[in-house]
C-alpha cells in the first residue's frame, strides 16, 4: 500500500457528501423527535399503545440525532466504525418496530399490523446485510491501518 492509497481511502471517508447526509440526518432526527415527543407528552388522552408508540418513536429519533453529532463532532476519520454503529442501529430499531408490530397483530388482533410486520421484517433483514458488510469493511480497515503501522514503525533505539 503506497500514499497514494491511504490518501484515497482518507478522501473516501471524509467525503463533504459524506458529512452533508449526517448534517441532514442530525436535522430529520431531531424534527422527528420533536413532533413525536410533543405528540406524546400534549396529549394526555392517548391510548396506552399509542403513548408507547410514540416514547419509542422519541428515543430512536434522538438516538440518531446523537448518532449524527457525533459523526459530525468527530474531526478525524472514524475507520469504517461510523457505519458498524449506524448498522446496529438500524438493525435494533427495525428488531424493535418489527416486535411491536408483531405484539399489536397477535395481542391486539389489529390485522393492519401483519403488513406492517412484513415491512419491518424486511428492514430488519436489509439492516442485518448492511451490519454484515460494515463489520468487514470495519476489520479490513484495522487490518490495514495494523499493516501500516507495521511498516511505517520507526526503528527502536539501540
Known sequence: MNTTAVSELLDRELQTRSRAGHVLLLM????????AGSLWLTEPALPTRTAVAFAVLTC??????????WVLRSRRVLLGLH???AARMAALFSAVAL???LAVGLLA??????PAAVV???MLTLAVAVLVRAQRHYAQLCQR???LARRFRPPRPG
Open 109 to 114: 388482533g389489529v390485522p393492519a399490523a401483519w
Open 28 to 35: 430529520m432526527a431531531s424534527a422527528m423527535s420533536a413532533v
Open 83 to 85: 457505519r458498524v454503529v
Open 145 to 147: 491501518r495494523a499493516e
Open 99 to 101: 416486535a411491536g408490530a
Open 120 to 122: 419491518f421484517a424486511a
Open 60 to 69: 430512536m429519533g434522538l438516538c440518531w440525532a446523537a448518532y449524527a453529532a
